[in-house]
């Protein structure tokens, strides 16, 4: 029996996963409408392939985190665990590249700064995704071959209950280990983050002897910009503050609350970032404003036709 807690946070946890799914899903969408009418630019493509990877994210947060609270016996199943393991590998992996991706090309297209190694980046922006989707696939190929050897020692031990059985040390080092890559994308897209804020903050405040008419326009700009930026950087930290406390579940798993806490901060950067993007994006904003509109017209249709 879930105590008024657990339930508060598991019904917090499914309005974000729905949001979530509805928020990225509508992303995807109106990238792939775009796709069919024109060309899909390299901002589209990353827009799309966030919100893909974050609807699948979602999904095995959610899956996971049920199967530990209500069957934690099904996982005694090693494919389960091997299934879900992977799928977490590259759909965790991917959502945190193609945010990466964003915050970088944001930052080499946006920010203004006269260093050599910025004005040598900023010349060569196509050739950052390719070099950053290298290091993708080299971080998922590794951690798919680590994961493989933890799993493959495990069933040579006939260990095929889901906690693993070691010393909490070990099992920090190997979830370390595991998340490399991911902390490298993580502290990448933080340190751009934070050199465009620092820019467009210098920028407003250079820009404050022109004409009063063309300087709040600007700076009410870069102050939204800002805004946002601090909304993604505030958002991607708790989503790994989540996940360490899921990690850390692991180690305590008799207490399911820590698990219930951890899944709903960890769900509140795919399905928040994704509504931030929607009103920070002027083509995304421009979408769901006719969406709203055609449910407003459909809604005093449907009134006009009950009276």
């Known amino acids: 029996m879930l105590s008024v807690v657990e339930g508060i946070l598991i019904f917090v946890v499914i309005s974000e996963s729905v949001f979530g799914v509805l928020g990225n899903g509508f992303i995807g969408l109106v990238n792939c409408i775009d796709c069919a009418k024109n060309k899909l630019s390299t901002i589209g493509f990353i827009l799309t392939g966030l919100a893909i990877s974050r609807i699948f994210l979602i999904w095995i947060i959610i899956t996971d985190g049920f199967i530990q609270i209500f069957s934690p016996d099904i996982y005694a199943s090693g494919n389960l665990i091997e299934c879900i393991s992977y799928f977490w590998i590259i759909s965790n992996q991917s959502s945190i590249w193609f945010a990466t991706s964003l915050s970088i090309l944001y930052f080499l297209k946006i920010a203004n700064f006269s260093n050599y190694i910025f004005l040598w980046l900023k010349s060569r922006t196509n050739r950052v995704i390719p070099l950053l989707m290298g290091f993708l696939l080299i971080s998922c190929l590794l951690n798919f071959a680590y994961i493989a050897k933890i799993l493959n020692d495990l069933k040579m031990k006939n260990d095929t209950v889901w906690r693993l059985n070691m010393y909490k040390s070990e099992y920090f080092i190997k979830q370390i280990l595991l998340n490399l890559g991911v902390i490298f994308f993580f502290t990448l897209s933080l340190i751009t983050s934070v050199l ?24 009410e700009a870069h102050v939204k910009a800002m805004k946002v930026l601090i909304s993604f950087i505030i958002l991607f930290i708790l989503y790994f503050i989540g996940t360490a406390i899921e990690i850390l579940y692991f180690t305590v798993p008799e207490n399911k609350l820590l698990l219930m806490f951890g899944m709903t901060t960890t769900a509140i950067y795919p399905w928040g970032h994704s509504f931030i993007l929607i009103l920070g994006n002027s083509k995304l904003k421009q979408a769901s404003l006719r969406v709203l509109q055609q449910l407003q017209c459909c809604e005093k249709t449907k009134n006009l036709r009950a009276t």
């Open 196 to 219: 465009l804020i620092i820019s467009l903050w210098r920028h407003s405040r250079q820009i404050q002897s022109n004409v009063t008419g063309l300087r709040d326009s600007i700076t």
